[in-house]
């Protein structure tokens, strides 16, 4: 049986729970929530399984915090005896409009604190990885604040449909495999 571990990259504690930063865990949140499986707490983060046409999906939620999930990855990968190419990363994208999917095979960690500790930890730049745009629009200096802030009212009400689409994506990822989930899901 194929197994896919699907890993949503957020910060643990409630002042993260609706921040930007967190859109990982708010997306691998929702597609539980869709098949009705639960976290729960285990090494290194939360963790959930459920089967879909003989697949098994696992969902990681790392509580390590963001700049050390290279760690939970890692040992789960490890743990589980899960390729490289059946690990999914889901982060925010400040480089992205927001809700803009980009779908890759491989890539830079984009300035991303949790893709760096990642690709430190996996010594390799090519795992996939679905980015999810949240727009830069902040001003000068005031990025941490904005990716550590809660969404906007118009954000907000726009990502119960990209939820629904970050569901689907996850499920295609297993099912239909990476490159079909690209060539269907890319820029949507």
């Avoid at 790392?62 to 982060?91: C, D, F, H, Q, R």
């Avoid at 902040?138 to 907000?156: A, P």
């Avoid at 099912?175 to 079909?180: F, I, Q």
Wanted: proline share 1%; hydrophobic share 35%.
């Amino acid at each position: 049986m194929k197994k896919f571990l699907i890993v949503g990259l957020g910060n643990i504690g409630a002042e993260y729970v609706n921040t930007r930063h967190n859109i990982g865990f708010k997306i691998v949140d929702h597609f539980a929530r869709k098949e009705a499986i639960s976290f729960q707490t285990a090494k290194l983060g939360d963790i959930a399984e459920c089967k879909i046409k003989g697949r098994t999906i696992l969902l990681l939620k790392p509580n390590t915090y963001m700049n050390l999930s290279g760690k939970a990855v890692k040992y789960w990968m490890e743990k589980e005896n899960i390729e490289k190419e059946n690990v999914l990363i889901i982060t925010d994208d400040l480089n992205l409009a927001f809700g803009t999917i980009r779908i890759k095979t491989k890539g830079s960690d984009g300035g991303h604190n949790g893709l760096k500790n990642i690709q430190l930890l996996l010594n390799t730049t090519e795992y996939p990885r679905f980015r999810f745009g949240i727009s830069d629009e902040f001003k000068k200096g005031q990025q941490v604040d904005y990716v550590l802030g809660d969404w906007n009212d118009e954000e907000k009400t726009k990502l119960v449909e990209r939820l629904e689409l970050a569901s689907e994506i996850i499920t295609s990822f297993a099912l239909a495999g990476l490159n079909n989930t690209m060539n269907s899901y890319n820029g949507k």
